[in-house]
């Protein structure tokens, strides 16, 4: 089963990439290659105005695979997700996520990186990495920068998720649709904004709208990844909830 596909409309204008996993397309390693690859297959397309990036089924991303958080596995895996943030954060055509159901953890990361989200009314999306003793360096970095601070924080220290109205009433969606027109409501968007505009004024105009976050990620992203790995986990509390998780168990606090 590939992880993931990519797709274009009739005249090349749209590529679409779709992530699948059986688990609620979790978030791994080989995907991250995979869709970094798939980026830079596209980059020299002249006529592309839109990427998007959906979840196969009914879900967008449960999040990131647990078992490569492990303390063993995680600093490669950190790295290379926040090489695809960058990646995201410098595409040559604007950004979409398309978001159906569950949309969490290193899944939110990604539709974060992207310029707009589109989203289903029954989407539910969140950083619930608190809950394993952990934080999400990605979402930590872009999601003050896309809803402010108190929202961002909220958001990352309770680890809730909230629905799609919910995170619409911040600007941080796009629109929402019920979850069976939400394609056709994409399209119409697409038609409507972008697909009458030059695709090279599409490119530089996103381009220049992201260029203040991409420096934001690029000097924040480098110590939310050290923070993570040098302090967090040397935590007795952040092995723990990662292995509390992977036993299915209920985590045992130190509170250190």
């Not at 830079?40 to 002249?46: C, H, L, M, Q, V």
């Amino acid at each position: 089963m590939s992880l993931v596909s990519l797709r274009f409309n009739a005249d090349q204008s749209r590529a679409a990439f779709t992530i699948r996993h059986p688990q609620g397309n979790i978030i791994t390693a080989d995907m991250i290659d995979a869709l970094r690859t798939g980026l830079d297959s596209i980059a020299a397309n002249p006529h592309l105005k839109l990427i998007t990036v959906e979840g196969d089924g009914p879900d967008f991303s449960f999040g990131a695979s647990i078992p490569e958080h492990a303390p063993d596995r995680i600093g490669q895996v950190l790295h290379v997700m926040h090489q695809l943030i960058e990646d995201l954060l410098e595409a040559p055509a604007l950004t979409a996520a398309i978001v159906r159901g569950r949309c969490l953890g290193g899944g939110f990361e990604i539709a974060l990186a992207c310029d707009v989200i589109f989203a289903a009314d029954t989407a539910q999306l969140g950083l619930p990495e608190v809950k394993l003793g952990v934080f999400p360096p990605a979402g930590a970095a872009l999601l003050p920068a896309r809803v402010g601070l108190a929202r961002a924080t909220q958001a990352i220290v309770t680890g809730q998720s909230r629905s799609a109205a919910e995170w619409q009433k911040t600007g941080l969606l796009e629109l929402v649709a019920s979850a069976e027109y939400l394609e056709t409501a994409v399209e119409r968007w697409f038609v409507e904004h972008l697909a009458p505009k030059s695709a090279s004024a599409i490119r530089h105009a996103a381009a220049a709208a992201r260029l203040g976050l991409l420096a934001h990620v690029r000097h924040t992203l480098p110590k939310l990844e050290r923070l993570y790995l040098d302090d967090l986990m040397r935590t007795s509390d952040a092995v723990e909830g990662i292995a509390a998780f992977m036993e299915r168990r209920p985590p045992k606090w130190k509170d250190a």
